[in-house]
């Protein structure tokens, strides 16, 4: 935890209500994302028991499973969730949009908007995860045959899953880490896991701290969890009661009839807050401002949204149950780049997120003292255009002289460390070269260079485009991890007495 989070949760607790940590949303909102809460049956291998769906807050479908043990009645609940999930995301795929590549040479064509899926927590991203796992490798025909369109959706969830785990996508959302991402509560990490009680600190009701209102919402009686996973208590005294009555049920119509009824009554009332609160959460986000470079990182969404529709379009087959030695140094390569750029990202976007790196040492705010904007350096082979300016600061300056710093305000812009001379009353004078983000010619045009009065904050995050790194390719892994991969199977072999486990 950062110091200054930590100083937000202490002043939560202090003001009984959550403190932003954000001054701009880090996420992009879709106008119309897909509201998904499943519920799993507890001490079941992410058996579904039963799911409330929706792009609207009046459009919520109830889909429930009277028994999650029963592979026809799981594969029909599958059935029953891609005719509406796989219609929201075709809705996407209608119109395409060029995008210049090659240095404006030639051109690519991705979709113009991409589809987002937001559920309560990371457990339901979890939830989904596994959900994607155990379907999308089944057979339309032979033995056991599922739907055509369970295997499909389950290599879009998967898809989403896997977009979940890249650092800043937006595509597959939970609520909780939205939030947090933006407000500090005064409970654990642990505790703000719990969407009604996160919701009680950062929205509490009038009149009503936010420590009590979410004890609150911990009662299951007044709030329900959020999924997937229920109560213990509704469980046993409520749930398995319904569902023995429906078993209990089998052959007499009429009496099977309200048995579902009432199941349904029942696994309604549990989901129905928590998908007010999904709601609500979306309202809360939305009012902040989106950052500047969110709209970027929604552009990686759709390129990945447009790959992976054009990939099922061709026939391609699904994705691996797990990848190679290549696929996988690939892969974390990827992540590890894009958490690096979206942390910079947010420092840039947000003075609060900057914060957190002034403290560190990282970054400093101060104001532009003296500057020279013609200054042309003519020691090398030819003259080139090298300004600098002086900048005042108050805070400590952790960099050494020679160093290249960058400023949010110019990010195409380096400026190098020239000189560190420390004044009277805890004041540094820092001197800066500038190169970078000013034309080719000898004179810098209006606001390139930094005026005399501008404050500004300089620091060695850097937002500039990082090189992919060099690997094998599948065909030449080497012996020490595992030679080439094996062809995969294109399907899971079903059988008649396959268990719970093939959800895991």
């Known amino acids: 935890m950062s110091t200054l989070r930590a100083l937000a949760k202490a002043q939560a607790v202090a003001a009984g209500v959550a403190q932003p940590v954000a001054t701009v949303r880090h996420l992009h909102l879709s106008d119309r994302p897909l509201v998904v809460v499943p519920l799993a049956m507890a001490g079941e291998a992410n058996a579904p028991l039963a799911a409330m769906v929706g792009a609207a807050p009046e459009e919520a479908r109830l889909l429930i499973v009277p028994q999650p043990r029963n592979r026809d009645q799981r594969f029909a609940f599958a059935a029953e969730l891609a005719a509406i999930v796989l219609p929201y995301l075709e809705s996407f795929g209608g119109v395409s949009e060029a995008v ?40 339309p025909d032979g033995d056991y045959p599922v739907h055509p369109s369970v295997p499909l959706l389950g290599r879009w969830l998967t898809f989403f899953a896997e977009r979940a785990e890249h650092p800043g996508s937006s595509a597959l959302v939970a609520m909780t880490e939205a939030l947090t991402l933006h407000w500090a509560t005064g409970q654990s990490a642990v505790e ?97 401002p989106p950052g500047v470079r969110v709209a970027g990182r929604w552009d990686g969404d759709k390129d990945a949204f447009t790959g992976h529709a054009e990939h099922v379009d061709a026939g391609g087959g699904p994705q691996p149950r797990r990848d190679g030695a290549v696929a996988a140094a690939v892969r974390l390569h990827r992540l590890e780049r894009a958490m690096t750029s979206y942390a910079v990202q947010r420092a840039y976007d947000d ?154």
Request: hydrophobic share 40%.
């Open 100 to 139: 210049p590549i090659d240095r404006g040479r030639d051109v690519r064509y991705r979709h113009v908007d991409a589809p987002q899926l937001l559920v309560p927590n990371p457990a339901g991203v979890g939830f989904l995860r596994l959900f994607g796992r155990a379907t999308r490798f089944r057979r």
């Open 192 to 288: 703000d896991l719990h969407l009604p009680a996160l919701l009680g600190w950062i929205d509490p009701p009038p009149g009503c701290t936010g420590a009590a209102a979410a004890a609150r919402a911990e009662d299951p009686q007044h709030c329900p969890p959020a999924g997937p996973a229920t109560d213990p208590d509704f469980d046993n005294r409520r749930l398995a009661p319904a569902m023995a009555a429906y078993a209990e049920a089998d052959g007499d119509p009429v009496a099977r009839a309200g048995a579902y009824a009432e199941l349904e009554r029942l696994l309604r009332d549990q989901l129905a807050p928590t998908w007010a609160l999904m709601w609500r959460g979306v309202g809360l986000l939305r009012a902040l």
């Open 351 to 504: 003075p609060l997120v900057m914060a957190e790196h002034r403290l560190t040492g990282e970054a400093f705010v101060g104001e532009v003292t003296l500057a020279d904007p013609k200054r042309v350096d003519d020691s090398g082979k030819r003259p080139v255009l090298r300004p600098r300016v002086q900048v005042v600061t108050t805070e400590p300056v952790a960099v050494p002289v020679g160093a290249t710093l960058y400023s949010p305000a110019r990010p195409g812009q380096k400026a190098k460390v020239v000189f560190l001379t420390p004044g009277g009353d805890g004041k540094t004078e820092v001197v800066l070269e500038l190169s970078g983000g000013m034309g080719r010619g000898l004179t810098a045009p209006p606001g390139t260079v930094p005026e005399v009065g501008e404050r500004l904050c300089f620091t060695t995050l850097s937002d500039a485009y990082l090189p992919a790194g060099n690997f094998p390719a599948p065909e030449e892994t080497p012996w020490t991890h595992g030679g080439p991969p094996a062809a995969m199977p294109e399907a899971l072999p079903v059988t008649e007495s396959a268990s719970v486990e093939e959800w895991s």
